[in-house]
């Protein structure tokens, strides 16, 4: 090894002891103030990462609602390529058009996961194709997997014995839960032919049954509790 590669191997090493810290402390800061919030992923490609604008607010106001979770009630944006990305510890990313992600958009989020972040992505029925592709950029040793029913996320709260709910019929497929694992660590959950962001979006929105919109709004917010307690 050049001494050059070296000291290039070691400032990367530095940049991520220093992100991985940084991110352990806003987490402190956060769990101080006993706040928790979601950061949407604003990302390119033409596909609408801004759909369902009231699904986020909605569902954290429903989490605090049923859980002794105190939680921001205004979802914030991220772009993959801000630095302030590494201050949240939960993603979220969702529509119906293409996904494209930078090549610097893809180390960023590979480092993000490294240091022990995490991503719930929501198919809004469109995004699976370019979704799955972009995924295969930042992970590519990882393959989807259908997460078994009794895994906690489904059960850290309230009890969902076949997994995620469906909510809208899309292409009359069932709802799957698809995980990505980093070193043994759940850190892609994917809702596909689920569509959670529009169960919880404003009622007159969709008009789903409000039996549909309350077991949506139980899965997001057993996904919240699930990354709180740890998320393995």
């Known amino acids: 090894m050049t001494s050059r590669t070296a000291l290039l191997s070691r400032l990367k090493i530095l940049l991520i002891i220093t992100l991985f810290c940084f991110s352990k402390i806003q987490a402190v800061e956060s769990n101080v103030r006993n706040e928790f919030n ?75 996961f490294e240091s022990g972040g995490f991503l719930h992505a929501d198919d809004n029925y469109g995004m699976d194709k370019s979704f799955r592709r972009e995924m295969k950029r930042v992970l590519p040793e990882s393959e989807f997997i259908e997460l078994p029913f009794n895994h906690p996320i489904y059960h850290s709260h309230f009890d969902f014995k076949s997994g995620p709910p469906k909510i809208h019929e899309h292409d009359d497929k069932p709802a799957q839960g698809l995980g990505l694992f980093l070193d043994g660590r759940l850190v892609v959950y994917y809702t596909y032919q689920s569509d959670l962001g529009d169960g919880w979006e404003d009622s007159d929105v969709h008009n789903d049954p409000e039996e549909k919109r309350l077991a949506a709004l139980k899965m997001g917010t057993n996904i919240i509790i699930w990354r709180l307690r740890g998320g393995l």
């Open 38 to 112: 979601i950061a949407r992923v604003k990302y390119g490609g033409g596909g609408d990462w801004y759909s369902n604008p009231s699904s986020l607010p909605n569902l954290l106001a429903f989490t605090r609602e049923q859980t002794d979770v105190s939680t921001v009630l205004q979802e914030e944006v991220v772009e993959l390529s801000n630095p302030k990305l590494f201050s949240y510890s939960y993603l979220y990313l969702n529509g119906h058009g293409n996904i494209r992600f930078t090549d610097r958009e893809v180390k960023q989020l590979r480092l993000y």
